[in-house]
């Protein structure tokens, strides 16, 4: 079964204490890895669109990579304002002309303490 | 602001009431899907719409919930003889036509719909 599992669900770091948020997906043939920040009472806000295994994409303090079988988003001297929760999806059924389905994580509570 | 749109933000209905939420996707974007969210949860799929065509509506409820997106206007979601069960946040996504690579969808801020 199609699946998507991220890691750990809350997180609470110092201000400039460096981390990494993890996206397990079981899925056969992966064609879109997404990342999303939500803050709250806001929708979910497009980050990162990793296609391969190998792909790295950056913003800013953010950091996606990908694997076979994970992702991680890693934050560099995270600053209070990057306090948010951040969502993973992966592609699930197909519908028509590459756009799918989308399998989402339930998210990690990012919490950066000043 | 060329984002998505949904209106309104905050929705009070009482049992039995009906809702409906509005979604005007990005311009440009054909596609169109609505998630619901309870706190502290994840997005679940509901409905994914094309102009005047529902293409995959397998994750929402057989009763009381229809959806539609007609060839002029903003997509909406109603929601009939509304219960408490069914107090959320309701997302819109909209994304282009993928043409052959895998594209992102792009969120509203949600409605969030509260049953007294």
């Known amino acids: 079964e199609d699946q998507v599992t991220q890691s750990p669900e809350a997180l609470r770091l110092q201000e400039g204490e460096s981390s990494s948020l993890n996206c397990s997906y079981t899925v056969s043939g992966l064609r879109g890895l997404f990342w999303y920040r939500q803050d709250p009472g806001k929708g979910p806000e497009f980050l990162f669109t990793?296609?391969?295994?190998?792909e790295e994409k950056e913003k800013e303090r953010l950091k996606a990579t990908l694997t076979k079988k994970e992702s991680f988003l890693h934050i560099t001297a995270p600053k209070p304002e990057d306090s948010a929760t951040y969502l993973c999806?992966?592609?699930?059924?197909?519908?028509?002309?590459?756009?799918?389905?989308?399998?989402w994580g339930a998210g990690t509570k990012l919490i950066i303490k000043p | 602001n060329a984002g998505v749109m949904q209106n309104p933000r905050h929705l009070v209905r009482r049992r039995g009431q009906e809702a409906r939420l509005r979604c005007s996707p990005m311009?440009?974007?054909?596609?169109v899907y609505w998630y619901r969210q309870l706190p502290e949860e994840g997005l679940k799929f509901m409905v994914y719409?094309?102009?005047?065509?529902?293409?995959?509506e397998s994750g929402m409820p057989k009763e009381r919930f229809s959806a539609e997106f007609p060839k002029e206007g903003p997509s909406i979601l109603r929601i009939q003889q509304v219960v408490r069960g069914d107090s959320a946040a309701y997302f819109c996504?909209?994304?282009?036509?993928?043409?052959?690579?895998?594209?992102?969808?792009?969120f509203g801020d949600g409605t969030r719909l509260s049953i007294l």
């Open positions: 990793l296609y391969s295994a190998g």
């Open positions: 999806a992966v592609q699930a059924k197909e519908w028509m002309d590459s756009n799918y389905q989308l399998i």
């Open positions: 719409l094309q102009k005047e065509n529902i293409i995959d």
């Open positions: 311009k440009g974007h054909s596609h």
């Open positions: 996504a909209s994304s282009p036509r993928a043409g052959g690579v895998v594209q992102p969808q792009h």
